[in-house]
Each structure stands twice: as C-alpha cells, then as structure tokens.
C-alpha cells in the first residue's frame, strides 16, 4: 500500500503527472522527480529563497508549498525562463553586471527579479533592495544583483 497519490502539474508550461506523498514538497518533485534541477536547495526552512518559483505569478518557496498544493497552478522554474535558446533578460542583465560569484543563489534571485519587474516594472532601488532582501547571498553583497534590475527597470541609479 503506498500513500502517493496522482497529481497533476503544469511546469514551465509543460504538463506532468507525477506520485507524491501528502508531505512531499515542490522542491522535493522538481529536483527528485523532473530533474529540474535549477531550483536549489539550501536551508529547506524557506529563509534563504534558492527555491524561489513563480506560482501563477507569485514568487514561492519550493521548499515549503507542498507539491500537491501546485495542482492547477502555473509553476515557473529558472529553466522555464530561457525562450528559444535566449536568456531571459534578468538572467542577462545578471550576467552583465556581474552580479553572480558560486550561483548558488541565483535561480532564486533571478525568480525574484522576475517577479517583481512582472509587478512592478520601474522599481527604485529601494524597492528592488526590499524585495531581493529575501533571497540570501553569500558571495556578492547584492550591489551588482541589484544594479542588474535596475539597469532593466529603466530607473535613474540612486533613485528612492
């Protein structure tokens, strides 16, 4: 007798059919089951944000929402981002500026900036800081990250 039972995930615009258990994570499906391995896993209490997703829009943590909560939900990992073979523009922007040392945290971070220039697409750098303040880094001090948005949000550097 298993306790799995069948759900249904829409990911990156791809549907799956995939057994879970009643506790067993988005985090745990991606990276176990779909070799989506993109998503990180740091902390798996939801402080660090390597497991950021978008969740119809809305940046989550893949470490806490249980994977049978994503049932008819639109998920979307940094692998969904690249579009025919281009990286999306966070991703390029984060490239550019520098704004990645061991990339550990950039899948999260990249999420997060999607989700916020998706929300809000001219945000002050007070506000890009406010939001990316949920996403740890260890390695670059997110200046540069930071420069990355706001180079894409088109405001004025400095700007409050």
Known sequence: MTDKQAVTLSINGDPYEVLAAPRQTLLQVLR???????????CNNGVCGSCTVLADGLPMRACLMLAVAATDREITTIEGLEADGELHPVQQAI????GLQCGFCTPGMVIAAKALLDS????????????????????????KIADAVLSLAGAERGQN
């Open 32 to 42: 176990e089951q779909l070799s989506l391995t993109g998503t990180k896993c740091a």
């Open 95 to 98: 490239i550019d500026h520098q």
């Open 120 to 143: 809000n697409p001219n945000p002050t750098l007070n506000e890009i800081r406010e939001e990316l303040s949920g996403n740890l880094c260890r390695c670059t001090g997110y200046v």
